[in-house]
């Protein structure tokens, strides 16, 4: 089962064109971002990846 979450994983674009994508983590209730790469990756799905852990870790109380 899929349970609600209160973050929210954008994947963004407009790195380097072999690692054009980025992500951010926002908080569902006001918008306000609470985690973004620092580095860009070569793929969409890398980038969901890194960010859906990030936004795990947030959920959890846990840091990286």
Known sequence: MIAATRY???VT???AADRPF???VLRR???VEVARSTETVG???AA???GGRR???GASG???
């Open 8 to 10: 929210r994983l954008d």
């Open 13 to 15: 674009r407009g790195g």
């Open 22 to 24: 980025g992500w951010r």
């Open 29 to 31: 209730d006001d918008a």
């Open 43 to 45: 793929s969409r799905p």
């Open 48 to 50: 969901m990846a890194q």
């Open 55 to 57: 936004a795990i870790a």
């Open 62 to 64: 846990t840091h990286e």
